[in-house]
Every structure is written in C-alpha cells, then in structure tokens.
C-alpha cells in the first residue's frame, strides 16, 4: 500500500490515518519514532534498495538484500499501537528477510514508493487534488518518459482516473534537445470532477546558461546520468542546480503565465496556477 507522510495526516488505506500533530504520536521518546521529522521522511522516500521494494517479488532477492543489510526501509510505529511500546527486535529482521509484513504489527514498514510508481502522483489522485505539481528527476536518458506513463495506465486501471497529457515535446531531436521544460495535463477523476498536471521533466532545450551547456557537452548523458552515482562532485551538483533554477525561471516568466508582465512572486498561488493553466490548456475552463 501506498503510505502518506504529510503535514496533517500520515497513514494508508490498509493502515488508516491519524493527525500527525495529535497526542504526541509521532516524532517523539514515547512513539518511539525519534527520528521521524521532514529530512527522514524524505530519506525515506529515496530508499534505494529494500527487501520489500514493490518490484522484487522474488524470495531470493528479499532474503539476500536482507542477510546483506541492504535495507534502507524505515520501521515505523502505529500511532495506534500499545501504550507501552517495545523497539524492532530480531524479529522485524526476520519478517523482512522472510516478506511477512501485515500491517498489523505494531511496527510497520516503509520503503521507498518509487519502485512502484516514482513520480508521487498515485496518493495525490486518491485524494482528489485540484493541481498537481510532478517534477520527473528520474534518469530516463531516451526521454522514453516511463514514469508518466506507468501512472497513467495505474490511476486508469486502479480509480477509473483518466489523465490527458501530451508528453512529445519531451522528444529529443538531433542535438539531444526538447521543445519544453514542462507540459500541462488534464485529469478527470471518475466522477466527472477536472483538475490539472503540471508535469515538469529534467530536460535540455538548448536555451539554458552558458555553464550548463558547457558540462552537457563534457558529460553526454547530463541531465540523465545514472542515479547509481550517489557521490555528485561541486560542478555537477551545481549543474543540475543551475538546470533546474532556469526550468523554474522558463516556467514563471510573464509570457508563460499569460499577458501581463507582473512577476510571477506577486501572485497568489491560485492565480499563478490557474495563469498557466489558461496558457498551455487554452480550451479547458478553469
């Protein structure tokens, strides 16, 4: 199941949910989640590798991640679990080694969501948001854009959602290039009810800073390289940063958030969203 951790409500559909701010439950001595702030949740997010990664439906490979201590899960305690808690003993090792996880254990455990579907959107369709924002960082050097389109075929297979998103100006051409940073989508949630996708891909379209362009032509496989390579040096880190401040700035310039010239930190969010909305899907009524 897909777990939430988010600033009002953590929990799942197999789990339930409870306030994050209620009774003390979470980040605190007598939960036992010591550790459970923002960074850690997102730590979490980015687990790599785990016995009970979505994918890896083979016992072998569940029990030699684990007896390796590739484990870069989370066990998490029920908020509503006993008054005395205990801590994960052997035991949980046991359970991952052998995929025995019910979700009724006091202590539950999490691993990263992207080994099912990476882009974040599947939890933010079952909860009928009204705009999503989904910034696709994943290494796709084909631009094949896999990840859109596995939630696509998910939130149709799953809710009955249907999303409708042209995603060719991600394309290369000849030079390596695409024609956009970012496209925007319509979602139709099963009952009738419209909202919107802005998709946002790491992507070259041959317009950005002269230091960008310079370690693109240095190393070919930039903005995709593995994500293997954990250990960025100061000049690529800095690269995929320049990279994605200027996407951000080609995103919130005046002729991409309509006809006035007023920047875009002067407008309330709803405003901002729906001037984008209004340039890039010109026939949907927001």
């Given at each position: 199941?897909?777990?939430l951790?988010?600033k009002?409500y ?8 409870w306030?994050t ?5 979470y980040?605190?001595?007598e939960?036992?989640?010591l550790?459970?702030?923002?960074s850690?949740?997102m730590a979490?997010?980015g687990a790599a590798?785990?016995p009970?990664?979505g994918t890896?439906?083979?016992a ?5 991640l684990?007896?390796s201590?590739?484990r ?6 029920r908020?509503n ?17 052998m ?8 202590y539950?455990?999490?691993s ?8 974040g959107i599947y939890t933010l ?9 989904a910034?696709?960082g994943?290494?796709?050097?084909g631009m094949t854009r896999g990840?859109?389109s596995?939630?696509?075929r998910m939130?149709?297979q ?5 999303i ?6 991600f ?9 956009s940073?970012?496209v925007v989508g319509?979602?139709t ?8 996708l802005?998709?946002?891909k790491?992507?070259?379209t041959g317009?950005?800073?002269d230091d ?8 070919a496989?930039f903005p995709h390289?593995?994500?293997a ?12 940063r320049a ?7 080609e995103l919130?310039k ?5 006809t006035?010239?007023e920047?875009a930190n002067?407008?309330r ?5 729906e001037r ?6 010109r026939?949907i009524?927001v």
């Amino acid at each position: 199941d897909f777990f939430l951790l988010s600033k009002k409500y953590c929990g799942s559909d197999s789990t339930g949910y409870w306030p994050t701010k209620s009774d003390k439950r979470y980040a605190d001595a007598e939960s036992c989640n010591l550790d459970l702030d923002l960074s850690t949740a997102m730590a979490i997010s980015g687990a790599a590798v785990s016995p009970n990664m979505g994918t890896v439906p083979l016992a072998w490979v569940r029990g030699f991640l684990a007896v390796s201590n590739l484990r870069m899960g989370y066990w998490f305690r029920r908020p509503n679990g006993r008054a005395e808690p205990s801590y994960p003993h052997l035991g949980y090792l046991l359970r991952e080694y052998m995929g025995n996880l019910p979700t009724k254990h006091e202590y539950l455990n999490l691993s990263d969501g992207g080994h099912i579907e990476n882009l974040g959107i599947y939890t933010l369709l079952r909860r009928k948001c009204k705009f999503i924002i989904a910034v696709d960082g994943e290494a796709d050097l084909g631009m094949t854009r896999g990840a859109i389109s596995r939630v696509i075929r998910m939130a149709r297979q799953d809710m009955g959602i249907e999303i409708d998103i042209d995603t060719t100006p991600f394309s290369l051409d000849n030079q390596g290039h695409c024609q956009s940073h970012f496209v925007v989508g319509k979602i139709t949630y099963a009952d009738g009810d419209q909202a919107f996708l802005l998709y946002i891909k790491s992507s070259m379209t041959g317009n950005e800073p002269d230091d960008v362009k310079d370690y693109r032509r240095r190393n070919a496989e930039f903005p995709h390289q593995t994500t293997a390579d954990q250990f960025f040096d100061e000049e690529q880190f800095e690269a995929y940063r320049a990279l994605g401040e200027h996407m951000a700035a080609e995103l919130l310039k005046p002729e991409s958030i309509g006809t006035r010239a007023e920047p875009a930190n002067t407008l309330r969010t709803t405003e901002l969203f729906e001037r984008i909305i209004h340039r890039h899907i010109r026939s949907i009524r927001v």
